[in-house]
Every structure is written in C-alpha cells, then in structure tokens.
C-alpha cells in the first residue's frame, strides 16, 4: 500500500576495528545511563565504536564519556537520532555521515505500507410482528498494518511514517483505528394495548386516548477502546518517528483500560498511573516497543424514545407527542490517551494515561445526556 518514509533515516554501521555496531554502542551507552542515573558520566564504560569511529573530543576524556556528559538527555532516552546529530554540531562526525545533515527529513512515497482486515458481522433481524422490530449488528473483527497514515495526507509531527524503511515490518501491530468488537442496532416497539392493537382493541375513544398508541423506540451502541501506545519521546531511526516505548512488565492487570480518577483532577485510564508508568522503559540501540500494543477504554451509548399519538379526528387527524433521550442513561465515554500529549515517558508518572476528554458517536461536543420533545399533528 502506498506509504510515506524517510530518506534520510540514521544507517547503522560498523567500527570496522572491533566491529561494534553504532546501535550496539548506543545500546550499552544507554542501558548504563539508565542503570547508573546519579553515577559521573566519566564513569561510563568506553565503548569502542565511539572511541575508534569518532573524532576526538579534545577535551581529555573519552568520546564515550563526552557523549553522556553533553548530549543529555538523549543517549539515556535512547534517542539515536539526536545523539548522532549532536555528534556531528560537536565535530565529532563528518556531515552526513550516519544520517543526511541537510533537512530533518526527506519524504518520499512509497509501496512499503501493508495491511491485513478479518471480520466476521452477525445481524439479527426481526420483521415487525406484534407491534415489534429490531435490527441487531455485531462485528468481531481485527485490522493490522504498519502504519496507519492515509494516503493523501501528510506525515509530520512525529508520527506517521514508515518506521524503518529497512525493516518495514518493524512497526506492524494493531491498526490506529482497530476495533475489535462492534455492537449496534435498532428498536421499535409499539405497546399492544389500544384500538388495532393485541389487547384491548375495542376501548372506547376516551380510554383509547390514555392507554392506546403507545411506542418506544432505542438505538444502542457498544464497542470496544481503539489501539494506542506508550511513547518513548525519542527519535529512533530519525527524526520523522517518535517510536514506541518498550514493555518491560505485563500488559494484564494494570496497564489493562480501568478509567480511574487519579489524585488531583486527572482522570487516567489505569488504575495505578505510576505504576504503569514503571512499566515501560525508552528504546534501547535500534530496538524498539511494539506498536499499539495498549487498549482505550470501550464506549457505549444508549438513545431511547417514547411516543404518543392521540387520534384527534377518526383516522385522518392525529396529534403525535413524542419525547427523546440521546445517551439516556447519561453514561460518559472517555477518549483514547494521546500519544502524543499524555503517553509518553517525560510526563509525571501520575499523569500517565490521562484521559484528554469524552466522545460522543458523531464526535460532538454534546457528551451528556440531551433532551428533546416534539408535538405534531398530523392531518
């Protein structure tokens, strides 16, 4: 499918010496800094593709050691991207060597997208009998692909483009906007009491005007939360991608959707923000966490009628009352957390996971319940 990528993403290469990879080097360069976060960034273990492959620093330590101590805090993000770019504004890499110097990014278009779609829809139907009908609808299904971006839009912002050009399957996960339970349908019922009705057909008029000519009505949705990830805030393979943060703990129980209100007026989606936060940690070399790996909370929404029609004349006039209730039961429905504003791992831990608002099916403002009555007559 057609998909944008990025020309000029980091290429790894070798110190042909030792023959460490960069990404190794950045590898053990950031899992120290992780692991040693108060130690003096001299103590950092040289490794060898910084000190054979780079120029020399000329400030008495090593590259190693002047990478962790003035390119902070990104070699500790795992931030491959930046830290290489800094390598060149200190003179330590020749321009365009490792990633082009020129732009950014460079993008182009491409046949590296991919998607897959199963789906399997059960309908239930009911032909009106009795004064009763429905239409129920419910969709399992599951879309995966390694980029979600439409076509005729533009990638940017760091989200959007092919993740590696490289490695193009690198990023395949769960589609941005997969849902993988659906459930909707409609509802009439006319109430069998009354003239041309099962019961009590033969009432007199003004006892026809009380008990007859009754009708409810309900449209329900359910679905399932879409996909959405944990963001590492570093720019992995360049600068087009702010790539996902890595799962270090367990998907079930707390990182599972259990919208929760956190200290303070954050509304999060885990029970525990902090403790899902310690769950994940940045990439680490050129590895990354997998792609929308993480559930939004479900929706559902329930819209009920009633109505009543008053014969006024015979069966010429009627006056028809009728009254609706748009999310009748006043039920919120909270939005996905923003990967971009909220899911990533420079935010305070106990705002990880908070929820930016709530949603309606058309995407409206009018989130609570709404009312309305109409009086019509009908001639």
């Given at each position: 499918?057609?998909a944008?990528a990025d020309a000029?993403?980091?290429?790894d290469?070798?110190?042909?010496k030792?023959g460490?990879q960069?990404s190794?080097?950045?590898?053990a360069?950031?899992?120290?800094l992780?692991?040693?976060?108060n130690?003096?960034?001299a103590n950092a273990?040289?490794?060898?593709?910084?000190e054979?492959v780079?120029?020399?620093?000329?400030t008495?330590?090593?590259?190693?050691?002047?990478i962790?101590?003035?390119?902070?805090?990104y070699p500790?993000?795992?931030d491959?991207?930046?830290?290489?770019d800094?390598?060149?504004?200190?003179g330590l890499l020749?321009?365009?060597?490792g990633?082009a110097?020129?732009?950014?990014e460079n993008?182009?278009f491409t046949d590296?997208?991919?998607?897959?779609?199963?789906g399997?829809?059960?309908?239930?139907?009911k032909?009106?009998s009795h004064?009763l009908?429905f239409?129920l609808?419910?969709?399992v299904?599951?879309?995966?692909d390694n980029?979600?971006?439409?076509?005729?839009?533009?990638?940017?912002?760091?989200?959007?483009f092919i993740?590696d050009v490289?490695r193009?399957r690198?990023?395949?996960?769960?589609?941005?906007f997969?849902v993988?339970?659906?459930?909707?349908?409609n509802?009439?019922y006319q109430?069998?009491?009354?003239?041309g009705r099962d019961y009590?057909?033969?009432?007199p008029f003004w006892?026809?005007e009380?008990?007859?000519g009754?009708?409810?009505?309900s449209?329900p949705i359910?679905?399932?939360?879409t996909?959405?990830?944990?963001n590492?805030?570093?720019?992995l393979m360049?600068?087009s991608?702010?790539?996902?943060?890595?799962?270090?703990g367990?998907?079930s129980g707390?990182?599972k959707?259990?919208?929760s209100?956190?200290?303070?007026?954050t509304?999060?989606?885990?029970?525990?923000?902090?403790?899902a936060f310690?769950?994940w940690t940045g990439?680490?070399g050129f590895?990354?966490?997998s792609?929308n790996?993480?559930?939004g909370?479900?929706f559902f929404d329930?819209?009920?009628?009633?109505?009543?029609?008053?014969?006024?004349y015979?069966e010429?006039?009627?006056?028809?009352?009728?009254?609706?209730a748009?999310?009748?039961f006043?039920h919120?429905?909270?939005?996905?957390?923003s990967?971009q504003?909220?899911?990533d791992?420079t935010?305070?831990?106990n705002?990880?996971?908070a929820i930016p608002g709530t949603?309606t099916p058309?995407g409206?403002?009018?989130?609570?319940?709404?009312?309305q009555?109409s009086?019509?007559?009908?001639?």
């Amino acid at each position: 499918m057609l998909a944008q990528a990025d020309a000029e993403q980091l290429i790894d290469f070798p110190d042909k010496k030792s023959g460490q990879q960069l990404s190794q080097a950045m590898a053990a360069l950031t899992t120290w800094l992780r692991a040693n976060p108060n130690a003096p960034a001299a103590n950092a273990p040289p490794q060898p593709f910084f000190e054979h492959v780079l120029y020399n620093n000329g400030t008495g330590i090593s590259n190693t050691a002047f990478i962790a101590e003035n390119m902070a805090p990104y070699p500790a993000r795992g931030d491959v991207a930046d830290s290489v770019d800094l390598m060149s504004y200190y003179g330590l890499l020749p321009d365009n060597v490792g990633m082009a110097a020129q732009f950014s990014e460079n993008t182009f278009f491409t046949d590296m997208g991919f998607s897959s779609y199963n789906g399997m829809l059960f309908t239930l139907h009911k032909n009106s009998s009795h004064g009763l009908q429905f239409d129920l609808n419910y969709t399992v299904s599951h879309s995966i692909d390694n980029v979600s971006q439409r076509a005729y839009s533009f990638a940017y912002g760091g989200y959007g483009f092919i993740c590696d050009v490289l490695r193009p399957r690198l990023c395949r996960g769960n589609s941005d906007f997969d849902v993988t339970q659906y459930l909707n349908g409609n509802v009439l019922y006319q109430l069998p009491f009354g003239r041309g009705r099962d019961y009590f057909a033969n009432l007199p008029f003004w006892a026809n005007e009380l008990a007859g000519g009754w009708e409810l009505s309900s449209l329900p949705i359910y679905h399932t939360g879409t996909s959405y990830m944990a963001n590492s805030i570093a720019f992995l393979m360049s600068y087009s991608n702010e790539d996902p943060a890595i799962l270090i703990g367990s998907l079930s129980g707390i990182q599972k959707a259990h919208v929760s209100k956190a200290p303070g007026t954050t509304v999060s989606t885990f029970k525990n923000p902090v403790q899902a936060f310690s769950q994940w940690t940045g990439p680490t070399g050129f590895e990354m966490g997998s792609r929308n790996n993480l559930r939004g909370p479900g929706f559902f929404d329930l819209d009920l009628g009633l109505g009543k029609t008053f014969p006024v004349y015979r069966e010429k006039v009627n006056l028809k009352f009728r009254v609706d209730a748009f999310n009748a039961f006043n039920h919120p429905n909270f939005a996905t957390p923003s990967f971009q504003n909220n899911m990533d791992l420079t935010s305070p831990p106990n705002e990880f996971g908070a929820i930016p608002g709530t949603v309606t099916p058309t995407g409206s403002d009018l989130s609570a319940r709404v009312l309305q009555g109409s009086l019509r007559l009908e001639f």
